[in-house]
T-cell receptor, first 116, second 115 residues
Framework: EAGVAQSPRYKIIEKRQSVAFWCNPI?????LYWYQQILGQGPKLLIQ????????DSQLPKDRFSAERLKGVDSTLKIQPAKLEDSAVYLC??????????????FGQGTRLTVV | AQKITQTQPGMFVQEKEAVTLDCTYD???????LFWYKQPSSGEMIFLIY??????QNATEGRYSLNFQKARKSANLVISASQLGDSAMYFC????????????FGKGTTLSVSS
């Protein structure tokens, strides 16, 4: 079974530029998550999709971050314009369907973003 | 509010010794799950072990065991016979029995295993 695919693995941009990350979840997984992990901290949820609808985007800085999951499969996370504090690893994860406690999330390898 | 607390920023252990990584949680929901993930320097999050709030026995997976003390709201990870490859960041996380709830993570503990 193929895992969660993310690209690119690394990205360096200047502040005020824009950047996009792509994620393809495990086939059949209805739920997709984007997490932001700042160095030395645990992952923080940015947005959660169930199929192609948004379940939770309460922690997404909507003035600069946007995400979509067209057709309920792969997803794109965009930052425009980027700030220095956006430097982090952006992790994509997927799970079958939350709502039970043992719904494990499977993670991609992440995209390490450096904003200079 | 739901919260995971990991109070050990770093732990050091020698090969073949056992180590315990601490995790406490806070939730008012009676139904929840607790996970431990390992994150090596390469960045991927690797699932290690799961414990449900109604599980009577502590979870075990190979060299990993979860010391679940419900009354104390703790879910410590025990790694037996540490190996050099265990050096990584370890995260405790919680899920709730509610549709649409994502995992909540702690800040993590860095484990360093020396020979």
């Amino acid at each position: 079974e193929a895992g969660v695919a993310q690209s690119p693995r690394y990205k360096i941009i200047e502040k005020r530029q824009s950047v996009a990350f792509w994620c393809n979840p495990i086939s059949g997984h209805a739920t997709l998550y984007w997490y932001q992990q700042i160095l030395g901290q645990g992952p923080k949820l940015l947005i959660q999709f169930q199929n192609n609808g948004v379940v939770d985007d309460s922690q997404l800085p909507k003035d600069r971050f946007s995400a979509e999951r067209l057709k309920g499969v792969d997803s794109t996370l965009k930052i425009q314009p980027a700030k220095l504090e956006d430097s982090a690893v952006y992790l994509c994860a997927s799970s079958l369907l939350p709502g039970t406690t043992n719904t494990e999330a499977f993670f991609g390898q992440g995209t390490r973003l450096t904003v200079v | 509010a739901q919260k995971i607390t990991q109070t050990q920023p770093g732990m050091f252990v020698q090969e073949k010794e056992a180590v315990t990584l601490d995790c406490t949680y806070d939730t008012s929901d009676p139904s929840y799950g607790l996970f431990w993930y390992k994150q090596p320097s390469s960045g991927e999050m690797i699932f290690l072990i799961y414990q449900g709030s109604y599980d009577q026995q502590n979870a075990t997976e190979g060299r990993y065991s979860l010391n679940f003390q419900k009354a104390r709201k703790s879910a410590n990870l025990v790694i037996s016979a540490s190996q050099l490859g265990d050096s990584a960041m370890y995260f405790c996380a919680m899920s709730l029995n509610q549709a649409g709830t994502a995992l909540i993570f702690g800040k993590g503990t860095t484990l360093s295993v020396s020979s």
